[in-house]
């Protein structure tokens, strides 16, 4: 193990012994969860027609709330909730157990993420693509009864949805041990409707969209009919840099004289394009790793506070003595 492995290693140690003393020595817990009930359609004279919602509420709300009566329903502890928030902490530090090395932990929690994404698209794509786009086409009586009452009355079999239906069957005989070449066509018009589809789109959206906002007045007025020097500057620098993009790319002539030149600003034009994506991509990157250390700190730890709503608990509390 390198120093730096060995460095992270103990980093993490440490960390295990403070959570473990924070766990013991806290009088108030860690990482919990609680809701509010919210009844839905109190009023409403058939039972069916009365539910019960749960959202998240915080530590304060719940404290006030039992200090003001012990018996009361309205705010809960959530144990279910509890155990998500444990989850979901300990996944985020298998994930960054690999700052120290490929692990049993971080393959674990990779295995994890991979298969509940895998299975929470299929089940979205389910129910919100196969059924009322495609069984909901082919028999929206059943779809009516069985799963989405809210469907179109006005829906009528189509049975032209059975050929997707029969395309959709084709891809599936993959699985099966013989015949896997049956899958090949329908994934050939997948493919193809798909491509073109995105031709279609890019075209539009990207490549005229980019000529469209490429040709633009060097003379810029303002609201009142004044002459913009800064927005007419703008014009300026952005033909002056796709013109110069062009040109790099333009290889009939040799690179030399005021071609050369001209590419070369191109060039520089295009690094710092580049350089200004990379740093939106690794600003992101910084704001997602600051997101799950902020949940750490707080909904896991309870080591800070930022929304105050646990503080406002613990004064109210302090309040009574």
Known sequence: ????????????????????????????????????????????????????????????????????????????FSMSRTLGVWFAALMTIFVLSFLIRDNPFYKFAEAVFVGISAAYWMVVGFWSTVVPNLIGKISPDLVRNWALPGLGQDEHSELLYLIPLALGLMLLWRLSPKGGWISRWPMAFIIGVFCGLRLITFIHADFLSQIRNGIVPLWVEDSTGAFSFWLSLRSVFLIVGVLSCLVYFFFSFEHKGIVGKTAKLGIWFMMITFGAAFGYTVMGRIALLAIRLEFLFDDWLWLIDPTDKRVEAVVSMLGLF
């Open 1 to 76: 193990m390198n120093s730096s492995n060995r460095l992270w290693l103990i980093l993490f140690i440490i960390g295990a012994v403070l959570v473990a003393g924070r766990m013991i020595m806290s009088s108030n817990g860690m990482g919990k969860a609680y809701v509010q009930a919210v009844p839905v359609n109190p009023d409403a004279e058939n039972e069916d027609h009365k539910w019960t919602i749960y959202e998240q509420a915080s530590l304060t709300d719940y404290n006030k709330s039992v200090l003001a009566d012990p018996n009361q329903t309205e705010y809960l």
